[in-house]
């Protein structure tokens, strides 16, 4: 079984107002359809987001990083994960005290202290419960500088987490569906991805993945 984290994960400061991050979800669903394509079995740890799954995939909504971290470690305990993949734009921070019900803005400002989050993806391959672990580093890289600092920042990444492989993908890539991904394994060649759109790129990426596992 291949299991994604995906979406954004919200952190309550009260019953209705939270820190989240920017992201639509759709990577995280077009990596579960290209592997549903594949015959793999998927269960993606689903963040708040207004898309239709692809039908096929186990889905186990939550809400919160630890949320996350918990439902996707309680899947892996039980075994049979071929693949991990984390593709959430996980919230870094959460206020350190939920306050109850709808306080006023002045009494929310008085206790907005933030605690930062467990790293899900970090924390998930330090129990090496799955055979691979696969992460995504968003970096900007409109200029050939800050695409030399992008390649040290995912490569810094992937050792940082203890991941296998990691999926560089341009900032541009939050606002179109159209963005240049490299795909870095922590063993072997670097793989130009190219220009291309979400859907491609998933398909590109399982391919990498099963290869990963092919070499295990
Ligand atoms: N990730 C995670 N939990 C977090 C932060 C990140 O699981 N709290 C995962 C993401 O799903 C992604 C990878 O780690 O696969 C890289 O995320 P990114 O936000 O680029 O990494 P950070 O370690 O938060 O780096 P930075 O210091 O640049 O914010």
Redesign the pocket.
């Known amino acids: 079984m291949w299991l994604l ?1 995906s979406g954004p994960t919200r952190e309550h400061l009260d019953s209705v107002r939270f820190l989240s991050n920017a992201s639509s979800g759709r990577m995280g669903f077009a990596i579960a359809e290209a592997a549903l394509a594949r015959d793999h079995e998927v269960t993606i740890v689903q963040g708040p987001v207004g898309l239709s799954p692809p039908p096929g995939a186990q889905i186990l909504p939550v809400v919160s ?1 630890i949320e ?2 918990e439902n996707a470690a309680r899947v892996l305990e039980r075994g049979g994960v071929e693949a991990l ?8 921070f959460r206020p350190a005290r939920k306050l109850a019900g709808k306080p006023a803005k002045s009494e929310v400002s008085r206790h907005l202290d933030l605690v930062l ?8 391959a330090a129990r090496h419960l799955a055979r691979v672990h ?6 900007s890289m409109a200029t050939p500088e800050e695409a030399s600092a992008a390649f040290v ?1 995912a490569r810094s ?1 992937l050792a ?2 203890g991941l296998d492989a ?2 560089l993908n341009g900032a541009a890539a939050m606002e179109s569906d159209e963005s240049h991904a490299y795909w870095i394994p922590a063993r072997g060649e670097d793989v130009d991805l190219g220009a291309a759109d979400k859907m491609a790129h998933a398909r590109r990426l399982v391919a990498c993945i099963e290869e990963l596992l092919t070499r295990r």
């Not at 696969?134 to 970096?139: I, S, T, Y």
Request: charge should be neutral; include cysteine; hydrophobic fraction near 60%.
């Open positions: 984290t990083a996350m971290l993949i984390g593709v959430a734009a996980v919230c870094d989050n467990p790293d899900v993806l970090a924390e998930l696969v992460g995504f580093a968003l970096q920042a990444k940082r987490k990691i999926v």
